[in-house]
């Protein structure tokens, strides 16, 4: 566990093994961003199985878990500090994976840097998002501007709409208890930026394989959205995992673990 000083605020990053693989030939290190309103945490069965072998590094987005916030919220601001991150622990060329929101993240630096990203893995998460209107009045109502306190549980509405229904109850609980870790208008505030978002124009400048994973029983991004993506970049791939809805690395570890290994395993070091 490591907590950066970035000028006066803190950002918590997850950064395993430790030591961490340096020698020559060593795998890529892994970066993996989070969604909407999340921490670190949700990769935590990701590191677990991977980072023996390779440095998997999962940091609290600004705002969210254990780190400061920073300024007003944005793709951009999301993107600088993964970026700032890399450049603190001296990592000049990652494999970024990114859920949800952090897909997009993921895209807007592969766009940005494409000399730094040497592979790109998508979860859950286009180019193109959006926030079905129920939905966003329901968490209008469920976090209200009034109220800025620290979200306790996922909110029921995003509930309802994330998991699958082959998904064990136990599961679900255990994860909607302590999946989302940020005060309640972070959480609204990230959810705004997905809002009729398109960057369908930025993956012209995407030149790192991709693989794109996708849950069978997904509500929240498409299959349609998923696939359109995959077209607009080149050579991707996507993978879609059975049973799973909106949080595959959470409903089925073993199943979205052996997907990622596979694609680890064709990128060069």
Request: proline residues 9%; hydrophobic residues 45%; charged residues 20%.
């Amino acid at each position: 566990m490591r907590r950066l000083r970035i000028g006066p605020k803190i950002l918590r990053v997850r950064d395993e093994p430790e030591p961490s693989p340096s020698h020559a030939g060593a795998p890529t290190p892994l970066v993996c961003i989070h969604g909407a309103g999340m921490s670190g945490v949700v990769w935590m069965s990701l590191v677990r199985q991977i980072a023996p072998a390779r440095r998997i590094i999962a940091p609290d987005l600004p705002g969210h878990g254990q780190s400061d916030p920073w300024h007003e919220q944005s793709i951009d601001l999301y993107r600088d500090a993964v970026g700032t991150m890399c450049a603190q622990l001296k990592v000049p060329r990652v494999v970024l994976i990114g859920h949800s929101l952090g897909g997009i993240v993921a895209i807007r630096c592969a766009a940005s840097w494409p000399e730094r990203v040497a592979g790109l893995i998508l979860v859950a998460s286009s180019a193109t998002m959006d926030v079905p209107e129920e939905l966003w009045r329901s968490l209008s109502q469920e976090l209200p501007p009034g109220d800025d306190t620290e979200v306790q549980t996922m909110p029921p509405s995003l509930a309802a709409l994330s998991f699958s229904p082959a998904t064990h109850p136990d599961v679900r609980a255990r994860w909607q208890s302590v999946v989302m870790q940020a005060r309640r208008q972070v959480v609204l505030g990230d959810f705004a930026l997905c809002r009729q978002l398109n960057l369908l124009s930025q993956l012209e400048t995407v030149r790192a394989p991709t693989l794109i994973i996708g849950g069978s029983d997904d509500l929240l991004v498409s299959p349609q959205q998923l696939a359109q993506t995959q077209r607009a970049i080149h050579q991707a791939e996507r993978v879609q995992i059975s049973d799973a809805g909106h949080l595959p690395m959470l409903e089925q570890p073993a199943a979205f673990t052996a997907a990622v290994t596979k694609f680890l395993a064709t990128l060069p070091s």
